[in-house]
């Protein structure tokens, strides 16, 4: 069996880039920048009025002149004035375009205005309230690189320079499989010994937070309706994500029909807990991947952000880095695995600290809902002391 | 001018319920719950395997028997399975229903099969690799409370009680409006003197990503044509977002139409920086509420966090706290004004800390991009020091 860092290290090797897809604004939202974004001209373009006011020619003020006849007024959205008579001075309005021989503007605070002539009530400084053309980014400087995440920030962005569509990371095509003749769907009556589908919905909606729109398939317990049902998959998808059927018991085929449908093992158990039993693979034709956790819902959920998220981020490109949390009690690992426990966080002094949350173990789906992520504890000899750092992997 | 916490305290009174609305479960995901969720039957509803091997039962073991002949097999799916002779086991696979008459199970690591006989190879615990039923909750039991954020740690919960539909809170309908005649739509070319719609853009993608669906507006600076859109919109939605014509201009027309149009101003501007300009209404008798920012982006976008964020918060049930966040080097702040100051978030040793981003003022759209949010830095006689907990919003 190999150890969850060995396991992490061969998924990662996995990471591949899917390449691109144009889509509409708005839809770039949380995506993955694919092209960089260059100034199409000066940001801001032109000598930008940042208060309302008058623009004056400040030589005119040096030599003496404290009073100014307004000439004319201009607001934002009309094309470039100019202060003919540099004894006078122009009304202007914040975003308006700044007047030629005009280069410094007074705010309406600063002045008293009575028939048509503005008095300075204070001294301006040369070239005020004026956003200077390319002041923040010239013409043909990159404003966004290739690879950044697409937020609302980034979003005005592509918004200024007119990119109304915006080319991104092209997502995987992922579908998540259920098995097990336990499983019954969320809509029916469950009998005595039978339970709800719950796991792969509940990753239908993680994928959901990564933009990724997941199908469900179920697939009972029979080794034909699992061939049939996974070589469909295969072909069809670009990342398989099964929950159940791959333990040690006599149903469970999945290990045996990936065999047959030519998916390739890259590991199947790792020393870790819970999710033991995680069986990983390529089909190296399709080169479509096979993530199979283990069908207990805290297994699957924990295995979910453990391996397939870091890979997901690593191939659209945003990379992937651990968290460090504070430990706020001391805690043992000399199981000879790397234990997943599931903790809540809380805010002291500015540090991130976590409480390792009791649960029933794996099958307890009502503890991920207490919990906001969940530690990674290699195994080791000494203690965890209070206090210590260890890498936190949050889920909500 | 009042104070920003003054400001924050008034937006604040107008949180209110928007009642609840039911949609189909994966459209719940990141909705805030409005009904309490009760477990439907015990959690596992019944004795449940957690591994794979033989159920026995454990008197037999302690009468001195360590090999039992294979009476049958019961698989996950399968109704509960019988005993029938209590020398004997019978194999079972995890997920599966624990037979009557027997009390625990050995998996198949502790285990030589041979002929249809199993062997113990090691010493068992009465009524292991048993979930029993209801360990985690009994029938009734609350499962999720109302007023919690629905993510997929819920979402399976949800699934595993049926709720194929469920009731949330119902969102406040939101308008973004842009004002401003320098403005151009995103797909045009501006003129030399005019600019793309960016702001309200910027916000929708961030109405989006509290599962808001907005839609924008942009009127003319034309008092006919911004009182005619206004009217319709303060009918037609619980809240409007406006960006731009709240500053000093001639051509600001939003203040007074909106006293036009019977809209009861609450306050106009706030001691803080960027941002000074906002304006904040309610419409009594329709209780249309009316965020008018100042049009700058960096003003629009951290008023929209500093204010509208928190209300909304408040406003679906899901309350709203501070977040402290360390500063890497001492500041001072002594405007007497609330500065809110972009910055770069990095972790250290557990703890958040932030560098503030240098820009060139409110009107640097690009600085929003490198910024993870901002901090609040209340007017102080003394220099905010190195290392010391300031107030942080999160804009990523």
Same mark, same amino acid.
């Given at each position: 069996?190999?150890?969850?860092?060995?396991?992490?290290?061969?998924?990662?090797?996995?990471?591949?880039?899917? %390449?691109?897809?144009?889509?509409?604004?708005?839809?770039?939202?949380?995506? !993955?920048?694919?092209?960089?974004?260059?100034?199409?001209?000066? @940001?801001?373009?032109? *000598?930008?009025?940042?208060?309302? /006011?008058?623009?004056?020619?400040?030589?005119?003020?040096?030599?003496?002149?404290?009073?100014?006849?307004?000439?004319?007024?201009?607001?934002?959205?009309?094309?470039?004035?100019?202060?003919?008579?540099?004894? =006078? =001075?122009?009304?202007?309005?914040? %975003?308006?375009?700044?007047?030629?021989?005009?280069?410094?503007?007074?705010?309406?605070?600063? &002045?008293? !205005?009575?028939?048509?002539?503005?008095?300075?009530?204070?001294?301006?400084?040369?070239?005020?309230?004026?956003?200077?053309?390319?002041?923040?980014?010239?013409?043909?400087?990159?404003? &966004?690189?290739?690879?950044?995440?697409?937020?609302?920030?980034?979003?005005?962005?592509?918004?200024?320079?007119?990119?109304?569509?915006? &080319?991104?990371?092209?997502?995987?095509?992922?579908?998540?499989?259920?098995? /097990?003749?336990?499983?019954?769907?969320?809509?029916?009556?469950?009998?005595?010994?039978?339970?709800?589908?719950?796991?792969?919905?509940?990753?239908?909606?993680?994928?959901?937070?990564?933009?990724?729109?997941?199908?469900?398939?179920?697939?009972?317990?029979?080794?034909?309706?699992?061939?049939?049902?996974?070589?469909?998959?295969?072909?069809?998808?670009?990342?398989?994500?099964?929950?159940?059927?791959?333990?040690? %018991?006599?149903?469970?085929? !999945?290990?045996?029909?990936?065999?047959?449908?030519?998916?390739?093992?890259? #590991?199947?158990?790792?020393?870790?807990?819970?999710?033991?039993?995680?069986? @990983?693979?390529?089909? $190296?034709? &399709?080169?479509?991947?096979?993530?199979? #956790?283990?069908?207990?819902?805290?297994?699957?959920?924990?295995?979910?952000?453990?391996? #397939?998220?870091?890979? #997901?981020?690593?191939?659209?490109?945003?990379?992937? +880095?651990?968290?460090?949390?504070?430990?706020?009690?001391?805690?043992?690992?000399?199981? /000879?695995?790397?234990? @997943? *426990?599931?903790?809540?966080?809380?805010?002291? *002094?500015? +540090?991130?600290?976590?409480?390792?949350?009791?649960? *029933?173990?794996?099958?307890?789906?009502?503890?991920?809902?207490?919990? $906001? %992520?969940?530690? =990674?504890?290699?195994?080791?000899?000494?203690?965890?002391?209070?206090?210590?750092?260890?890498?936190?992997?949050?889920?909500?």
């Amino acid at each position: 069996m190999i150890t969850y860092e060995e396991a992490f290290r061969r998924v990662m090797l996995y990471d591949k880039d899917y %390449g691109t897809e144009t889509v509409p604004l708005l839809k770039s939202n949380f995506r !993955i920048l694919a092209e960089t974004i260059h100034a199409d001209r000066d @940001f801001p373009p032109f *000598n930008r009025a940042t208060k309302d /006011g008058i623009a004056i020619n400040f030589a005119t003020f040096e030599n003496g002149t404290s009073t100014f006849k307004i000439e004319a007024t201009v607001n934002a959205g009309m094309p470039q004035q100019e202060l003919k008579d540099a004894n =006078c =001075c122009i009304e202007i309005m914040t %975003g308006a375009v700044l007047p030629k021989n005009a280069d410094t503007i007074i705010m309406y605070e600063d &002045l008293d !205005i009575k028939d048509g002539i503005a008095t300075l009530l204070s001294t301006p400084k040369e070239g005020q309230n004026i956003h200077q053309q390319g002041a923040d980014k010239l013409k043909g400087a990159a404003l &966004l690189e290739k690879g950044v995440k697409i937020t609302p920030a980034e979003i005005g962005i592509l918004a200024s320079v007119g990119k109304k569509k915006v &080319l991104v990371a092209k997502l995987p095509k992922v579908v998540v499989i259920s098995t /097990g003749n336990e499983l019954v769907s969320v809509s029916e009556t469950p009998k005595p010994h039978q339970i709800r589908t719950s796991n792969v919905i509940s990753l239908q909606a993680a994928l959901s937070a990564e933009q990724i729109i997941a199908k469900h398939i179920h697939i009972s317990d029979s080794k034909r309706a699992i061939t049939k049902n996974v070589k469909k998959a295969l072909k069809q998808n670009d990342v398989l994500l099964l929950s159940g059927g791959v333990s040690k %018991g006599k149903f469970d085929f !999945i290990p045996e029909v990936m065999d047959d449908l030519g998916v390739e093992k890259v #590991f199947h158990k790792v020393l870790q807990r819970p999710g033991k039993p995680f069986w @990983f693979g390529i089909h $190296d034709k &399709l080169q479509t991947l096979v993530f199979s #956790f283990p069908g207990n819902p805290v297994s699957t959920f924990i295995n979910y952000y453990a391996y #397939f998220i870091p890979w #997901f981020k690593s191939s659209v490109g945003v990379g992937y +880095s651990d968290q460090f949390v504070k430990l706020d009690e001391s805690v043992a690992n000399t199981t /000879g695995m790397t234990l @997943f *426990n599931l903790v809540k966080t809380y805010w002291k *002094n500015g +540090s991130l600290f976590v409480s390792i949350l009791k649960n *029933n173990g794996s099958g307890d789906l009502t503890s991920l809902s207490e919990a $906001d %992520g969940f530690i =990674c504890l290699p195994h080791k000899e000494t203690d965890y002391e209070k206090g210590e750092l260890v890498v936190f992997v949050g889920t909500k």
